[in-house]
């Protein structure tokens, strides 16, 4: 999932948006979100945080010996989160269904998040992984047939499932007082929808990372990381000249193929226009054609309209999944040196090369700044649960998952950071993991994924304006004509 911040109030369109002024405060979430120490804490993840594919697992028999290795390694996470642990369990029995986007690595780690929880309350929990979240659960929701939790797909859609009724309130089955003291009150109010908290951030993501392999990055870019996107760029031209294309770019993911593409568009807004262009954008106030965004592309399409600059070129950009796009930074030699992804893709990584090491075989630089004014800026996406059906293996399971103890498993798996202020900076794997949780600390402008706060229907719509546009960078002013023709109706629902 991907995510940013709105406020209770409506905007001059009318109902969508209960989010509209969160994303101005959302650096304050920032400082006490994820490096998580009673100064300082952060947040973040990902497109929906991986839109891979996964079949219907049930986490007990077969499921159960997948997780078995990772639970393991998590073993000891609620003292390592530097935290009294919470009350046993109670041992309840029965099943929860749970539908969400993870796959592959990020399915093993929520398996491995669960295993205790499974242990101690008896509780069968049966996992489903879609790319397409938005509309099997729309579907499922609308079939009368919903999980009983699921990950939404973000803030935008929560709120349409929210004011239809379809969502439980959780303010009533969760310790308030537990909350309050575990997380900002900018990560409770990104579940909130008039007054009520009807979903809660288990998981997050920084966003705008420039991910390399030290051995060889330091053979093309003289030792020194690009500060500036001009710097950047002409990195991106010598990488070229020498035969190799310098970036890897892959933006299939299912049904919501495109969003690596809508994270590009999101840090150069911020960084280029600022935040105020960038909340008047996702707010639907300022048109796709204004100056602001068509530059946006523009500047975007210095890289991807150069096929010499990415590898494949434009089909192979469409061709492949995300969380394969870095692969080719590790092959001998290199088919390319950069990849703009977030920072739960070192799962990724290191899941398709085990033998990797952070910081030895793949590190980062922060997107570079456009305008100075907005240099330091940061994008920031999670994963938010919500509940459709209040059971008692439901209210136990989501209870859980707000925990310490159950986010710092995660955690210590690697691929993500935890909202929760008590999952302290000694339990992330890595210094990597940990410097992306203090990038977060230290920036001074934050915003939250803008295509997650958009209407769904704006959302698909710039999924494909991304799909189209890579095809094609001459058909801009028709993508961004008609992504104003989206935005005219979006927003009244």
Known sequence: MRFLHKNSTENSTGKWTAWQSIGLALAGLLLIACSSNSNKNSASVATTAARTGASATTVAG??????????????????????????????????????????????????????????????????????????????????????????????????QFARAGKLVDLGPLLDQNAMKQQYSDDWLKLGQVDAKQVGIFIKAALKGQIWYDPKTFSQVNGGVNPKTWDEMVALSNKIAGTGTTPWCIGLESGAASG??????????????????????????????????????????????GNEKLVYGGKQTMAATNFGDAGNPLFTTPPKCYMEHQASFITDFFTKANPALKPVTDFNFFPFPAIDPKYADSAEVAGDLFGMFKDTPQARALIKYLTT??????????????????????????????????????????????????????????????????????????????????????AYKH
């Open 62 to 159: 077969a499921g159960a010996s997948q997780t078995a290795a990772g639970t393991a390694r998590a073993a000891g996470t609620a003292t390592a989160a530097g935290t009294a642990a919470s009350a046993p369990l109670q041992r309840i029995g029965g099943k929860v269904s749970v539908l969400a986007t993870w796959g592959g690595s990020e399915q093993d780690s929520f398996l491995a998040m669960v295993k205790p929880f499974m242990d101690q309350t008896g509780v069968q929990v049966e996992y489903e992984g879609t790319r397409d979240l938005n509309a099997v659960l729309t579907t499922r929701v609308q079939g009368g047939n919903p999980p009983d939790l699921a990950g939404l797909p973000g803030p935008g859609e929560m709120a």
């Open 404 to 489: 310490p103890e159950a986010q710092a498993i995660w955690v210590k798996r690697g691929g993500s950071i935890s909202p929760n202020k008590l999952v302290t900076p000694d339990v992330y794997p890595d210094v990597l993991s940990r410097g992306a949780a203090q990038t977060l600390t230290t920036a001074k402008i934050a915003r939250f994924d803008a295509s997650d706060l958009m209407p769904d229907a704006m959302q698909t719509a710039f999924l494909q304006g991304i799909l189209s546009f890579i095809q094609n960078p001459s058909g801009l002013d028709s993508i961004l004509s008609n992504l104003d023709s989206v935005q005219q109706d």
């Open 259 to 304: 969003w690596p593409g809508t994270d590009w568009l999101e840090d150069i807004v911020l960084r280029q226009s600022g935040p105020d262009v960038y909340d008047n954008w996702y707010q639907g106030k300022l048109k796709w054609t204004s100056p602001e965004i068509k530059k946006a592309w523009q500047t975007w399409a210095q890289i991807v």
